[in-house]
T-cell receptor
Framework: KAGVTQTPRYLIKTRGQQVTLSCSPI?????VSWYQQTPGQGLQFLFE???????NKGNFPGRFSGRQFSNSRSEMNVSTLELGDSALYLC?????????????FGQGTRLTVV | AQKITQTQPGMFVQEKEAVTLDCTYD???????LFWYKQPSSGEMIFLIY??????QNATEGRYSLNFQKARKSANLVISASQLGDSAMYFC????????????FGKGTHLIIQP
């Protein structure tokens, strides 16, 4: 069974540009969550999608957005990039998210903003 | 709001020794779940073990066990018989609000196993 696939693995972008990251969840998983990991702030929850609907959102500005397609694949978009957006972006998939639902993570996309 | 505190930024342990990674949490939720993840240098987060707030028994998964002390709001991870491959970052995380929230992570502990 294939794991969570994130593409691309590495990205370098310039301040002011926008970027789109992709996440393909494990087959059968309909919940996809996104996390940002930085040395300073650690791991922070961005948002979660289930059945193409955003169910929950962390404390990030509106420049961070996402969507989910009917096949459960998800994309995350960051507009007007800032240097502070440089981070490892992790995607996690799970069965309908509940209290004890294990989240399976991808290897992440490392974004560098210059 | 939920908060996870991991007070050990780094630890050095001799191979084959047992190691305890500390985790304390704060939440006003009555129902919550506690998780431990391992992150090797490759970046992928690997699920290790789960403990529910209403579970009376401590969770165990192979060499991993979770020492859950609800009154102290503590959920320490114990790795028995450590191996060189255990060297990695370890994160404690929790989910509350009946599962509606995303995971809240601690800052992590960098564990290095020495031969």
């Amino acid at each position: 069974k294939a794991g969570v696939t994130q593409t691309p693995r590495y990205l370098i972008k310039t301040r002011g540009q926008q970027v789109t990251l992709s996440c393909s969840p494990i087959s059968g998983h309909r919940s996809v969550s996104w996390y940002q990991q930085t040395p300073g702030q650690g791991l922070q929850f961005l948002f979660e999608y289930f059945s193409e609907t955003q169910r929950n959102k962390g404390n990030f500005p509106g420049r961070f957005s996402g969507r989910q397609f009917s096949n459960s694949r998800s994309e995350m978009n960051v507009s007007t990039l800032e240097l502070g957006d440089s981070a490892l972006y992790l995607c996690a998939s799970s069965l309908p998210q509940g209290l004890n639902t294990e989240a399976f993570f991808g290897q992440g996309t490392r974004l560098t903003v210059v | 709001a939920q908060k996870i505190t991991q007070t050990q930024p780094g630890m050095f342990v001799q191979e084959k020794e047992a190691v305890t990674l500390d985790c304390t949490y704060d939440t006003s939720d009555q129902s919550y779940g506690l998780f431990w993840y391992k992150q090797p240098s490759s970046g992928e987060m690997i699920f290790l073990i789960y403990q529910g707030s209403y579970d009376e028994q401590n969770a165990t998964e192979g060499r991993y066990s979770l020492n859950f002390q609800k009154a102290r709001k503590s959920a320490n991870l114990v790795i028995s018989a450590s191996q060189l491959g255990d060297s990695a970052m370890y994160f404690c995380a929790m989910r509350g609000r009946g599962g509606a929230d995303g995971l809240t992570f601690g800052k992590g502990t960098h564990l290095i196993i020495q031969p």
